[in-house]
């Protein structure tokens, strides 16, 4: 069997650079984060915030996080994520562990 060499790319075949999505509002309106320029996209963001957004790389994120520091999962109760709320409650005074109150 015979192998064949790989076909050469020519100039129609590369695949050409892609720009930014356009605004809305015609230029009319941009992006609400402090010093950019570039235009509304959705939620009064630009399209590279609004993907930093939905993330929730941004300081005010798409849904409520947890109030313990350095954690960004979503809230469960209480200000804090299920984790968190799971180990606050267990420690609080007089709680009865879930294996004591089984036994009972």
Known sequence: MATQAPAKKTSTQTKAKRT????????????????????????????????????????????KTCSNAECKKKVAEHGMCEEHFKAWKSSRKGAVAPAAAAAA
């Open 20 to 63: 930014a999505p356009a605004g809305k509002a015609n230029g009319k309106k941009s992006c609400s984060v402090a010093g950019c320029k570039r235009g509304y996209r959705a939620k009064g963001l630009c399209f590279f915030h609004y993907k930093k957004w939905r993330a929730g790389e941004l300081p005010h994120a798409r849904y």
